[in-house]
């Protein structure tokens, strides 16, 4: 069965980190991304890193670079987003999703059409 199931949200306050999870299920390792989105309420959905299992490229925007990295545990096909330096406007609901071509990462592969989506883990960074 096709799946992504996030984990890890939570309420934290600015400065701390956290590491959100996405567990996947039914995909075969070298043929696909993963892509970290997030949303607040109201505004529009925002790629934030992306990871290949094609060529374990990786790419983040530029407002979580340095702050922001994305891994794999192929064994336990999980993809991780460890978050460091958090700001409140970091707040959103975090979504995984999964592009089912041999792709490498690049700013133009964050844009295209994803192909499962996970139903996203809620972070809210606040004092």
């Known amino acids: 069965q096709l799946q992504l199931v996030e984990s890890g949200g939570d309420l934290v306050q600015p400065g701390e980190s956290l590491l959100l999870s996405c567990a996947t299920s039914?995909?075969?390792?070298?043929?696909?991304?993963i892509i970290w989105f997030r949303q607040v309420p109201g505004k529009e959905r925002e790629a934030v890193s992306c990871i290949s299992t094609y060529d374990d490229s990786t790419y983040s925007v530029d407002s979580v670079k340095g702050r922001f990295n994305i891994s794999t545990d192929n064994a336990k096909k999980t993809v991780y987003l460890k978050m460091n330096s958090l700001t409140p406007e970091d707040t959103a609901v975090y979504y995984c999703a999964a592009y089912t071509v041999q792709a490498a990462c690049n700013k133009w592969l964050l844009n295209y059409r994803m192909d499962l989506w996970g139903k996203g883990t809620l972070v809210i960074v606040s004092p």
């Open positions: 039914g995909l075969t390792l070298g043929r696909y991304s």
